[in-house]
């Protein structure tokens, strides 16, 4: 039984190191000058000359990735030819990240799948929009770990390291593994929680007729394998949810407690809590509201209470009409938004919610409170009420996603009131959040939007008027449409 044991454990480091070898240089020791990196078999996928250069800190050879401003981007990677994968697993990229002043999104890793004819069958980097796993601020040496499940298809594997932001992030000691899981025993705590994940969906995802969850459940299960902690399981869960998307599911998400905590508290690490930003534009009144990525109740009452107080500002200075800028919202909590643009609604229906079980529940804002149908909601601190319904054009981009799609539904049927730009992102499904045993959720799309009137959107958002962007990027020619139509009006 030993003589087994040792010859299997031979066989998984062969492989394993095989793999490797598909990769090179990954302890930064081979210089190369004809690389823009200034590092043999690192490409730059991403940043300006000096983004990307070998280091030394100490005795350790490492890759260094600068960013001057926080919306910078260095990017590098090399890419292998993979063997098929002869049965179910999954591969693990670990490195060294250490930081110096790093602001912005921050530093990670990042896997990239490809099949045969180069087209992306998966990604996979250090977390989302409310991710904890990025490298910030100024940080000693840390060993951070990325897996992803490879598809059968799977031909080519890119390997990266990225820096959103600001600072300096050195990389070092880049390893890889591949794990198969046909034969893993699995746990009786991932038993419960995997179990628990697939009954959420069984329950309340809209695709969940088209997925058959028993099958989806058993490689699942392997994946998370001999879990010993909860955290053991996420991967598993994530391979759950993203298994959706080949129905039609482009929403549904996953965040572990710790990232739910820290929603709750702080918000979003990676998009920070913004104001809108109101001000006089000619005779009008133009605003523009950011995605709200966060549930803390105070921070969600200070957004709409700044947001009326503007509206009100505004009014007050005698605007003739009103532009709001939905272009770049990505989404996030809808209640802010909705209930800081409430004074501009004309009925105190907005929009419905509509589950799998055909059961409709409508958001609503009426003198100052935001509400569910089956709940009483929560009141701004000072109701703004405008004396007469001005026209409002409503600007629409395809980053206009998810709550920001819901904003925007939030004017369809509102008097004097059209929209204009392009189609919104398409993600107007409503994602339900779900517990599991550790007190992480499943944000899982378990409904779809519908209007006031009850139209049901099922993709993209069309506007009233669509208008082409600017090739300068800047957007006037959908606002040039807009004040147009604004200055049309009596």
Not at 51 to 61: C, F, K, L, Q
């Amino acid at each position: 039984m030993k003589k087994l044991a040792f010859l299997l454990i031979a066989i998984v480091l062969a492989i394993n190191t095989a793999d490797c070898q598909n990769f090179h240089n990954l302890k930064f020791t081979d210089k190369c000058d004809t690389s823009k990196t200034g590092l043999c078999y690192w490409d730059l996928s991403w940043g300006g000359k000096g983004a990307v250069s070998p280091a030394r800190d100490g005795n350790i050879n490492a890759m260094l990735i600068q960013g001057a401003t926080e919306i910078s981007v260095g990017f590098s990677e090399q890419t292998a030819v993979f063997p098929a994968p002869k049965g179910d697993a999954f591969i693990t990229l670990t490195a060294d990240i250490k930081t110096a002043d790093v602001i912005g999104k921050g530093a990670g890793l990042n896997l990239w799948l490809l099949d045969a004819k180069g087209n992306t069958l998966a990604t996979r980097d250090m977390g989302g929009f409310y991710s904890l796993d990025w490298i910030r601020g100024t940080t000693r040496w840390k060993t951070c770990s990325i897996s992803i499940v490879l598809p059968k298809e799977t031909a080519k594997v890119k390997i990266g390291a990225i820096l959103f932001g600001k600072g300096k992030a050195w990389f070092s000691s880049y390893r890889f593994s591949v794990t198969t899981i046909g034969n893993r025993r699995v746990s009786p705590l991932a038993v419960k929680y995997i179990n628990a994940a697939c009954d959420i969906i069984k329950k309340h995802s809209l695709v969940k007729d088209s997925v058959n969850i028993s099958q989806l459940k058993q490689t699942t299960l392997k994946i998370a394998g001999p879990a010993k902690t909860y955290s053991d399981c996420f991967l598993a869960v994530k391979y759950l949810i993203e298994s959706l998307r080949l129905y039609g599911d482009e929403h549904s998400f996953f965040m572990s407690a710790a990232e739910k905590k820290n929603w709750e508290i702080n918000g979003s690490a990676v998009h920070k809590i913004k104001n809108a930003n109101c001000e006089a534009m000619g005779d009008y009144g133009y605003i523009k509201v950011p995605g709200f990525h966060g549930g803390n109740q105070k921070r969600i009452l200070a957004f709409a209470n700044a947001l009326q107080a503007d509206i009100k500002k505004l009014a007050n200075a005698g605007v003739k009409g009103w532009i709001v800028d939905l272009r770049e919202n990505s989404g996030g909590n809808q209640e802010p938004m909705i209930a800081g643009l409430g004074p501009l609604f004309s009925s105190v229906k907005l929009g419905s919610l509509l589950d799998v079980n055909n059961q409709y529940s409508s958001w609503n804002y009426n003198n100052g409170r935001y509400f569910f149908d089956d709940s009483t909601g929560w009141k701004v601190t000072h109701p703004v009420k405008l004396k007469s319904q001005l026209p409002i054009a409503v600007l629409t981009s395809a980053q206009t996603g998810s709550s920001g799609e819901i904003t925007a539904i939030s004017f369809i049927g509102n008097a004097r009131t059209r929209s204009f730009g392009q189609p919104t992102w398409g993600l107007t499904t409503g994602n339900g959040s779900f517990d599991l045993p550790d007190g992480s959720q499943m944000f899982i799309a378990s409904t779809h939007m519908a209007d006031r009137s009850g139209k049901i959107y099922t993709g993209p958002i069309v506007p009233d008027v669509v208008v082409k962007t600017s090739t300068d990027g800047k957007g006037y020619v959908v606002l040039d449409a807009a004040i147009d139509w604004l200055k049309s009006q009596p």
